[in-house]
């Protein structure tokens, strides 16, 4: 993120703001089908590369939503003040968190790897006390993100210290989760007459899409698109169901109600993650992955309510 971003001070959504109903509302829609795309992913790893999952995921959603704006009279292609805004997050939430959740769950259980993403509203809040004046941290928002900090070491400090693949694995995530917030906090800065969130998530997509087609091409070629083929059914679901739509929801949400708010999907996405994993992949969670996702999740809980601690400048 450039440093002009943390000068920028956003427009208020409105005098009123976003109504509780509203924002329930998007947080349910977006954690259930951000929380299946584990499972849609879970499916292939290991049997199609986490560059073709990232491809074919992003542009299957950027067909959806272009498909969708095409039917609201706009046309798909980029106005000459978006190109910049999709092509930050295009990267940031599109193809390179992908890329690193989906190698992430080659090794990882479904609801692990989710626990660790639900750090993100962590990383968000302190971001975002930095970035915003409305965002300030307080007492309550501090000491979620040490509790939530505390619950991350206990879920990924044994597996790091052994090494290998695993550990690997365990930083792809954390990888994946640093992505996010940034992105989150960029879709923040952008101006209100920037940022349609519908045409904000397509070009997020087309980018996300074209970035890890070229990057399938460049490190494992033509073959690799072959092996969706077979996969067909979870590609279409995670690109349609686990990506088009709630990353259309989710654009409306924190441009309404703010990154910390919006950032409360990760309260939510690691526990239908790990329902998923346990109801449809028979996957087991060890004591320890269960008492740090806890942890993490009653940080994440205590910097999400708390009220905000800043005054506009």
């Known amino acids: 993120m450039s440093k002009s971003t943390a000068t920028i001070v956003p427009e208020p959504a409105g005098p009123a703001g976003p109504s509780k109903a509203f924002i329930v509302g998007n947080l349910a829609a977006c954690s259930f089908l951000w929380g299946s795309s584990y499972l849609f992913i879970k499916l292939m790893a290991g049997e199609v590369s986490p560059w073709a999952i990232a491809a074919g995921r992003g542009l299957l959603g950027a067909a959806t939503l272009a498909f969708f704006v095409a039917m609201r009279g706009q046309s798909p292609l980029p106005r000459r003040h978006e190109l910049r805004h999709w092509l930050v997050l295009g990267t940031a939430n599109g193809w ?172 939510l996405v690691p526990a239908v993650a790990a329902v998923m994993g346990v109801l449809i992949l028979g996957e087991t969670l060890e004591l320890r992955q269960i008492i740090g996702g806890c942890i993490i999740l009653a940080g994440v809980f205590l910097v999400s309510t708390a009220p905000a601690g800043g005054r506009a400048r």
Do not use: K
């Not at 992505?179 to 969130?197: E, I, K, T």
């Open 96 to 267: 390179l968190p992908n890329v690193l959740v989906a190698y992430a769950l080659i090794q990882l259980a479904s609801g692990p790897a989710a626990m660790i993403q639900a750090a993100g509203p962590l990383v968000t809040a302190l971001f975002a006390h930095l970035l915003f004046a409305e965002e300030r941290l307080g007492r309550r928002r501090l000491t979620g993100i040490a509790i939530g900090m505390a619950g991350v070491a206990i879920l990924i400090g044994p597996r790091l210290a052994e090494g290998g693949g695993t550990a690997l694995s365990l930083l792809a995530m954390v990888g994946a989760t640093l992505s996010y917030a940034c992105a989150n906090l960029y879709v923040r800065a952008v101006p209100p007459q920037s940022g349609d969130p519908i045409r904000l998530a397509l070009g997020q997509q087309m980018v996300s899409g074209s970035g890890a087609l070229l990057l399938t091409l460049a490190f494992s070629g033509w073959g690799a698109l072959s092996t969706l083929l077979p996969h067909w059914q979870a590609v279409l679901a995670l690109g349609v169901l686990a990506t088009a739509l709630p990353v259309t929801f989710f654009m409306r949400l924190i441009r309404a109600a703010g990154p910390t708010r919006a950032a409360m999907t990760g309260y």
